[in-house]
């Protein structure tokens, strides 16, 4: 049985895809906070979605205060990284991991490198890369220049968020169980849904669109 964590980070591509159907629309642009699966942003690509999604902020590295990936720069040109040295990170093999086609690339120059102690602990630093790597960066440069998506996002999801925990209580969900849970959830987003409506239109004016 997979999680709720693991089905919560599988959801973004279905949810957008039913939003945009819903909407009737050929495009969608969806923001999200981090912690989605790269495979759904790669789902929300090639489903022609846009999606605006933070990278994780933690790396073992950058915890252990050493570089992070993020200074490690790719050349597709060329298929390597240039290090925090100058040096290059050639391809060297590729592997499949949990279903993920991975690259591996690193240089032979760590072992004389006087940053080695700032880059890693190993023979050499390894740096790793998905083949779709491509379609993170390009979300990761879309997001870079449109900083105003993630305050849309907090604008748009916390004040629910923040009104449906203040209904609920401070309690947990009354039902157990994945199902249960997201039947109950829904039911919540319904009422806030429909609350939210009759505030916008009135109560008249929703029930004429109800029945229209
Ligand atoms: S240890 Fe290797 S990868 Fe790291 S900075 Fe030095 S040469 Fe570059």
């Not at 849970?181 to 009135?202: D, F, P």
Request: charged share 25%.
């Amino acid at each position: 049985m997979r999680s709720p964590t693991s089905v919560q980070t599988e959801q973004l591509s279905l949810m957008a895809k039913q939003a945009r159907e819903a909407m009737a629309s050929d495009t969608l642009s969806v923001v999200a906070d981090r912690g989605y699966f790269k495979s759904e942003i790669l789902a929300c690509h090639d489903a022609n979605i846009t999606a605006y999604v933070p990278k994780p902020m933690t790396s073992a590295a950058k915890a252990d205060g050493r570089f992070n990936n993020d200074a490690f720069i790719y050349d597709s040109a060329k298929n390597e990284y240039t290090c925090p040295a100058g040096e290059a990170l050639i391809w060297r093999f590729s592997s499949i991991e949990k279903g993920m086609r991975l690259h591996r690339y690193w240089s032979s120059k760590c072992q004389g490198c006087t940053l080695k102690l700032q880059c890693t602990p190993s023979k050499q630093r390894r740096v790793r890369r998905w083949e779709h790597e491509a379609v993170l960066e390009e979300m990761q440069n879309r997001l870079s220049n449109a900083p105003e998506m993630m305050r849309v996002r907090k604008r748009t999801v916390e004040d629910p968020f923040g009104t449906l925990k203040q209904w609920m209580g401070a309690t947990h969900f009354l039902t157990r169980r994945l199902p249960g849970v997201g039947a109950e959830m829904s039911l919540n987003v319904l009422a806030y849904n429909l609350k939210r409506v009759m505030n916008i239109l009135g109560t008249n004016n929703l029930m004429k669109a109800m029945s229209a």
